[in-house]
């Protein structure tokens, strides 16, 4: 399913809540979840002078102010050619995006965002840019609408 370009979301929470996640993105990245941090913080945008916050200048992060990190929450570690989306409130690494080749996958230790604060952190909108972006439209343009 990745070898073929579509995307991967990969969701992870506090220990041991990410086995699962761990297994499937070790065998393709090589990265891992690990830890069990207390989160329930809203971050930001990611600035030069802040550790925590929402990168800017993705297109998951498009409209997005703030986020709520999760209760409890993991950080992403290791991995080959992942890039950091989202650092949590105490500077760490909480999501990852993978977007080479033509393949696309996100890492996420942050799962408890999902059933916390929806409406008040800009998780609605975080998942529908994360969806959008996992569709991989530049690799397969107009062809994902035609009937097969």
């Known amino acids: 399913f ?3 370009g579509r995307g991967v979301y990969l969701w992870g ?6 086995a699962d996640a761990n297994y499937v993105s ?3 990245l090589g990265a891992r979840l690990q830890g069990n941090l207390r989160g329930s913080q809203v971050v930001g945008r990611k600035t030069a002078g802040s550790i925590s916050g929402v990168v800017e200048d993705h297109l998951i992060s498009t409209g997005i102010e703030t986020i709520y990190e999760g209760i409890t929450i993991s950080t992403v570690v290791g991995g ?3 890039q950091p989306l989202v650092y949590g409130s105490a500077g760490q690494v ?3 995006t993978y977007d080479r080749d ?3 996958l996100i890492l996420d230790g942050g799962f408890t965002r999902l059933y916390t604060k929806w409406d008040t952190a800009g998780t609605g909108r975080y998942v529908q840019n994360a969806a959008a972006w996992l569709v991989n439209y530049e690799r397969f343009g107009d062809d994902l609408f035609k009937d097969k």
């Open 94 to 96: 909480v999501v990852s």
């Open 102 to 104: 033509k393949k696309r």
């Open 2 to 4: 990745f070898e073929s």
């Open 26 to 28: 070790n065998a393709i």
């Open 80 to 82: 080959r050619d992942l």
């Open 13 to 18: 929470d506090n220990e041991p809540y990410f």
